[in-house]
């Protein structure tokens, strides 16, 4: 089976990363492919980059299709952008790694906290928690401040305020489990675990993980009306340059 | 006072007729601007279609600040594309038309009922009245099956079938108010709201109500955190055309 | 137009106040009316005097409709007193300046507080909330402690108490936007605002805001079933002054 | 111990057929005092009702503090209008029939409906049954379309029209139990019990038994902030007969 | 009439006093009859215990039914372990002692905190206030880490600490009622309510009062579909003594 | 890797279903083990038998620790009987068969609806759905009047029923996915999901991929407070038999 990961950001070394996190829990029987776009945002900080960075998903999803498609796709970005565009294109699962750490995380304890980059980034996730049934489930939400891609190589200040941030939630907001808002954290979750004494969850693992269960199953995406495929109507064959280029350039 | 209203799909027709439509319920001092997108989709009927009008919507805002700005923008699509990242873009009022519907009808009744395109778009519907609190106001959502650019002329056979979905919602569901589901249908208000025998919201009327409402009491956009002017990214310099253009050429 | 203010309190201080402000952000073909009652309560502080409010808001629009009626009716009291009842009598909008106030400031934000008089009508403050969808967007609501009458004339002491209450829901709370949770305190949105960095709402000029963009619109209030006109049972040719009388003498 | 039983309306037939109800319900050493309105509405079956309604409620309960006071009070009006001033007034369980009726019926099976009188009342009733933490327990609400003052006299007819309303609401609604929505029914839960095979609750008997409940334990109402005593402001010496002439004459 | 008091751990002399509050607010034609396990849980502290209490409780409530049967059942436990069990065994009402405080509490005021034994119960508290409805009307959860056990006899130091919680619940929560989460804490409420200024509600007292309420109404447990008497499957004729006896030997 | 379904029910032939299609499902490397009770009930069919499953699971996990433990336990009843229980039992992941497959159907499609056996386990159903913040996307629930042991070997007539409850589920109630309410309709998925054309979900198999995934990435069940190791008071050491005997023999 193989599961192809979509990071709609731009950076290689990220990616990197995240594939080495998605084959360290992945089966035996599982393949891990990584991709990231060539022209998105550079990291998703804001509501704009989430409107690029879902474009970008579908771009990334429908080269993969021309090259023979996956057996399940993971959208690699905590806000996860273009989810439900991407089930309308395929009828695999498709997984987008902060509803796979809000679900693991709900299935591990009572209550989860998110701990996640910048504090701008919250509205997205509560909006998230609601569309997936977490609201009650989730007791904190905190923004560290570190960027997205001041994680592509943590440092020890970057870990400890983000160690910080966990001890609190489970200390002072009683959550029983945390959850790590950014792909570019998946590599720090055992580390956090043993610190605060509690599961921390990583949402590309745990979409790995989930997307695998599903395809094992043989349950892909429902493709009842919602996500049944669009006919969608042509483009006039304007260059799109316009679109795309004017906010990032 | 300006306020420009932001088509983002790609139909001049339609967006001739939202501004005659706006102007309309504009007060005497109220200039209103319309524009569309040039190279987004011909009409808003999916989630990969929603995701480029959300990338649509940046464009034209953006564009319309190096035009030296307006007084409040409107988005004239009813899954209020891109409403979040417009709102970081600019400090004076942004308004859905979704959102301006929903409000309003919220203010003329207990509850409503959405009447609109496409049934695939209620799910996109659904999150909406869930983010904005109206889940309970809203008593019934129904899909027509009609699509967006039949609206551009409308006909008798679809307007009896518009119709005929509002009088169920009223006699059946106990609606007390409709809103209509898409800018297209915003010239149907009053003749169905005779005959059906509720008020009927367009959500461009109620969104130019709204906004005008907003910069004469000089409330605009919060400008903390979530909304902050972010500093974004710079995109590699790499031709962004592959980006959208995958998805609809 | 003419929208016609109803102060259900017997200040005449007040109901000129909110006169001023609506006049203020009134637009230019709008002209605003502001009565107040005779013998309603000094000031609506709890929820008897919220009793006699309703009905002073009753007797006010029923003198009103006898002089010709307006073309829509603001209840100037944050409790929103004899809205349902108000709405059954007239066709045209009714608006709460309760209401008002959250439907504007979830249009400016994502999250709101609520800052006003005494703490005991935070309970009824609650209880709009939740009738209006908004109880997921209010963070934070407070008393200030101080009357709704020391509010006729602001001291600089009474400022900066609200001003401070103000501050901590922006800076504690993560609220994006304040809402000033009376009448009295119409004049204090622009200073406030200015003080703390978000925009703060005041619910009078909003209110005159969102009904003139219904009769703009042709949507007044739903006459379906439960705000039709109802044939209320003649009363028996007793005085009434008892049953008014005993609470305010 | 005393509970005095509040009705709002005149109808003093009303009157007497709900103390009788109360009294078979009532414990040996219980008191049931029932006291109407000589000017409020004469039936409350609308929100202008509702608003004289509670103000009669007021009037009431200053009258029985007058004279002595009582250990309990119930509101026997289904909308439970005034409930809030009403515990303003005294430290002693204040009970309305609906809170009552529901929580009696969410202790009797899972699930209930509520079948009242006109449904133009329904309204109210869903703000209820949402105060009370009890939407989630009502599968149902109707409205039998029979006025308040037919039921101080029940025909077959009416009963008919009752009873087929409760068995639609246990048989397609799946409804545990019935909740009569009008103290005017209070005399035919027995009969439409042994119709419907689920039990029927009737909010007069059930405020009497929480009434006593509470009264037993040495529970009253909260005196800390909402509800503690307020010092309402002196109303002006101007005659009253205005304020609640205008709707009722 | 008879009430059944339901202790489904094995402490005698948290019977005997659960009894003697049951009995004082009892009305004189009410006869309590408490009951305990003899080889149930201790105490029930964790979810293994309320398991096993569930279990506890059938037994006792089948133990009754050969011995003629009550009038009403109440559960003295506040995880209100096997409630929905009891209620397919019997037609009369059965009152868990969390409902029957979180319901009295909700009608002695708009908001209660709930004060209890070990920290790790509050979870199981939390199911209870969502199924009730109560999730809104509790403002505020917490555990005194005081064993049930410690209850029998109760210290001044343990009294000292649960008074604090509720002094913190009122103070700083807002909350206009306490709930005392233990049978073991029945005796305490009226010196609590005297110290904290707020009614304090203990659940058996509760629940023997809402038990005859519903007795004298009339109105047992509905019978429909869910607690319908079911027909169960034989056991196999082997010992159960490895089922019961593995926990807690 | 090995995980050990916990059957609490006496059924052989069930035990073996499960399994068989657990095993269909687990990677190469899971291990599938599964057990049921000698002395719980036949079947799960009512309140009374979930509380001996309960009682079933703890027993069950207990044994089996005492055997070295699983690296997962997946409790094979749709009730989901003793999960919280388990929790405190061990450290690793326990995953309910309910909630596994609301989760994946959740994965899967916008909304689900649930098919079961008797329609009086829906109300423990409606619990689930609400513990685990399913109630909103769960949009139906029926059941189908077929007994659990009817599942041991499904005639045609029995899979006629289910399949026409799927079909009323998908095309009236709109629901993108199909949950199965009963491990005995494990083995039905597949034909299912081509006769009504949606994904249609089995929670054993959901289950069995939910663990093996968290037991990949090393996260179990958080230990934090509730679902610490308790120390549970000794039990007294009269024989067990009266506690289980009575309901079962």
Request: glycine share 10%.
């Amino acid at each position: 089976m193989r599961i192809t990961l979509v990071n709609p950001n731009t950076s290689r070394a990220m990616t990197a990363k995240i594939a080495a996190v998605a084959r360290e829990v992945a089966g035996p029987d599982v393949e891990i492919r990584a991709v990231c776009s060539n022209d998105g945002p550079a990291a998703v900080e804001c509501h704009v980059d989430e409107a690029f960075a879902a474009v970008a998903v579908v771009d990334l999803i429908e080269r993969d299709l021309r090259d023979g498609g996956s057996d399940a796709y993971v959208i690699a970005c905590f806000g996860d952008p273009g989810l439900d565009a991407a089930r309308e294109l395929v009828g695999v699962p498709v997984i987008g790694i902060a509803e796979a750490a809000m679900h693991v995380a709900a299935l591990s304890g009572r209550s989860f906290a998110v701990v996640t980059t910048l504090s701008r980034t919250l509205g997205r996730a509560r909006d998230l928690l609601a569309r997936y049934g977490m609201t009650q489930a989730c007791v904190s939400l905190s923004g560290s401040g570190i960027g997205v891609l001041e994680l592509e190589d943590t440092t020890s200040e970057v870990y400890e305020t983000i160690a910080r941030l966990c001890e609190v939630a489970v200390q002072q907001r009683e959550a029983d489990v945390i959850v790590l808002g950014c792909a570019g954290m998946a590599d720090l979750c055992q580390t956090l675990s043993l610190r605060v004494g509690v599961p921390v969850v990583d949402g590309v693992a745990a979409a790995v993980g989930l997307a695998t269960a599903m395809v094992r199953m043989g349950v892909g995406t429902s493709k009842r009306d919602e996500y049944a495929p669009a006919s969608r109507r042509g483009m006039p064959p304007v260059a799109a340059d316009d679109l795309v280029g004017s906010a990032y350039r």
